[in-house]
């Protein structure tokens, strides 16, 4: 916080160039990986390996006609992607590229800004985007649109929920919300039954479940198949966005991308080293050189942004009531069982109850308890209810009801009867 205004102002409009440059490839990425996936060639036409379809895209966004139905609130309907484009780009002023260095004399990190609290603003700043897909839905005055806000804005609720949580390890085992200082922490070595071998010490090694919650929440927190629901264009034709068109579509079409890099750039600060070298190449001297950590940090980004493409050409979509069970039922609870013992464990190795037999006793109450929370929550599956068979009266209840399996209609009995009679010989002769 205390560069000069100069360099704040040259941090902005890098970190804002890196971002729309990086959307341009990472869309052409996507669907280049996922012809390679699918069998197909992708983008081959416009530029050196169809480098220029996606920049072709955006411009055609850019010069279209902007259309607004007569029907929509004009100024929540043009404030809404503005919200959502405006929070994607904020994120990234805490997210660090790089360490310190030196830019025209005056030393400085590869950061727009470094905060104590680093880790909230980030959250704070990606649960506002929530307003401008919520507004987006209400403010065009579709059913369609508003359907599809309504899921964007559960699901983004639902599993910030277990996002948050899984974040708290870090806090615990850092001991601070800096982004910065969570990186600088994973430096230190990592010295497996002794041996020093040159491993630092990411935190995805130490809260590997913490990890594996957080990668399948941001996921969903993206909107991203398999999670795509808010977006399933065979229910609701294009979710949130289906009025939107031109420079108000590209918004949000760039926040997307900008939002996946965001969640990719979140877990690789706070789990994978953030800027710090990749091993083995950390033991080499001059590639731990910090104007070298913005490159390490966007192999690291590119390479999870990959996993998301992944996931889009491999997984088909979840039911709606699946999402929501495994975000509400799952994940949760699973990352409130973690933060327990985590914690319990923090606690016993800072009053050096771990040493010596302490440990093994830790480990096995540790494990007690988790078998037992498995065996409770292991109830049997309820046993289905006894449909009655037969004539069936649909208007029983005042309205119609359509009959279950094994029930006939009135009218229809008859029908059923005299085909089954039919058919009895026919299986006789057959055999």
């Known amino acids: 916080m205390n560069d000069p205004w100069w360099l704040i102002l040259l941090k902005t409009i890098v970190l804002v160039v890196l971002l729309l440059t990086w959307t341009i490839f990472n869309v052409w990425f996507e669907r280049r990986l996922v012809g390679k996936m699918q069998h197909r060639l992708g983008p081959i036409m416009n530029g050196p390996f169809g480098l220029g379809q996606a920049l072709a895209d955006g411009m055609k966004c850019l010069f279209k006609e902007d259309f607004i139905p007569s029907m929509v609130d004009r100024v929540l309907f043009v404030a809404a992607p503005l919200i959502a484009g405006t929070a994607a780009f904020t994120a990234w002023a805490v997210i660090p590229l790089g360490g310190e260095v030196e830019i025209f004399g005056v030393k400085t990190l590869l950061q727009a800004t470094d905060l104590p609290v680093g880790v909230l603003v980030m959250l704070a700043v990606t649960s506002v985007a929530i307003y401008g897909f919520v507004l987006a839905g209400w403010s065009s005055n579709s059913p369609y649109a508003l359907l599809g806000a309504l899921r964007s804005s559960a699901q983004m609720i639902s599993y910030e929920v277990a996002m948050g949580l ?22 230190a070595a990592l010295t497996p039954f002794g041996f020093n071998i040159g491993l630092q010490n990411w935190n995805w090694l130490v809260m590997l479940p913490a990890f594996v919650i957080y990668m399948i929440s941001m996921v969903g927190e993206t909107n991203r198949a398999p999670f795509d629901l808010p977006e399933a264009e065979s229910e609701l034709v294009s979710g949130y966005i289906t009025e939107y068109s031109g420079f108000k579509y590209a918004i949000y079409f760039l926040a997307e991308y900008i939002n996946m890099a965001t969640v990719s750039a979140i877990a690789t600060t706070l789990f994978l080293g953030g800027y710090l070298p990749i091993y083995p190449f950390n033991l080499i001297e001059p590639l731990n050189n910090p104007w070298l950590g913005p490159i390490w940090f966007v192999i690291k980004v590119q390479l999870l942004i990959a996993f998301f493409v992944w996931l889009r050409g491999t997984l088909p979509r979840f039911r709606y009531d699946q999402f929501m069970k495994l975000g509400w039922k799952v994940l949760i609870p699973v990352a409130l069982a973690w933060i327990v013992v985590f914690a319990t464990f923090q606690a016993l190795r800072r009053t050096d109850l771990l040493t010596g037999p302490g440990m093994y006793i830790a480990i096995g109450v540790m494990a007690l308890v988790v078998f037992g929370v498995v065996i409770i929550g292991d109830k ?18 005042g309205y ?28 006789e002769r057959s055999e």
């Not at 599956?381 to 208007?395: K, L, M």
């Not at 119609?400 to 299986?427: H, K, N, W």
Request: charged share 10%.
């Open 166 to 187: 899984s974040l708290v390890s870090v806090f615990l085992f850092t001991g601070s919300m800096s982004t910065h200082q969570i990186v600088e922490a994973q430096r």
């Open 400 to 427: 119609p009801v359509p009959p279950l399996p094994g029930q006939v209609l009135p009218e229809l009995s008859g029908v059923v009867a005299s085909t089954a009679e039919v058919a009895e010989p026919t299986s």
């Open 380 to 397: 049997p599956e309820p046993e289905p209810p006894t449909v009655p068979t037969g004539v069936y009266d649909a208007f029983a209840g």
